[in-house]
Nanobody, 120 residues
Framework: VQLVESGGGLVQAGGSLRLSCAAS????????MSWYRQAPGKERELVAA????????NYADSVKGRFTISRDNAKNTVYLQMNSLKPEDTAVYYC??????????????WGQGTLVTVSS
């Protein structure tokens, strides 16, 4: 299994970024996919998850209305569109396949992630 995150960077508060995660090594279209983040000094937390068919999503309260998770099963890629970014969104963002959409349980080792830094 390989999960490669990209798209992070430095952005001003109120700006937008789109993260991508390319997956390989498993039957991508069969799994719920998710985005997590870990801010400095904090535990890793769920940001969003999307079902295998893309018909259901789950978001952390802190990002609802600002972030959108989507997937392209033909490209084995999951995306996270992040709008109206805030300094508290600063973190390393990771993707993972998970079990369960309501209380996701990560299946794989964490990759390197992609760093998002939001300046005030």
């Amino acid at each position: 299994v390989q999960l490669v995150e990209s798209g992070g960077g430095l952005v001003q508060a109120g700006g937008s970024l789109r993260l991508s995660c390319a997956a390989s090594g498993f039957t991508y279209s069969s799994y719920i996919m998710s985005w997590y983040r870990q801010a400095p000094g904090k535990e890793r937390e769920l940001v969003a998850a999307i079902t295998a068919a893309g018909d259901r999503t789950n978001y952390a309260d802190s990002v609802k209305g600002r972030f959108t998770i989507s997937r392209d099963n033909a490209k084995n890629t999951v995306y996270l569109q992040m709008n109206s970014l805030k300094p508290e969104d600063t973190a390393v963002y990771y993707c993972n396949r998970v079990l369960g959409i309501t209380r996701p349980r990560p299946l794989d080792a964490w990759g390197q992630g992609t760093l998002v830094t939001v300046s005030s």
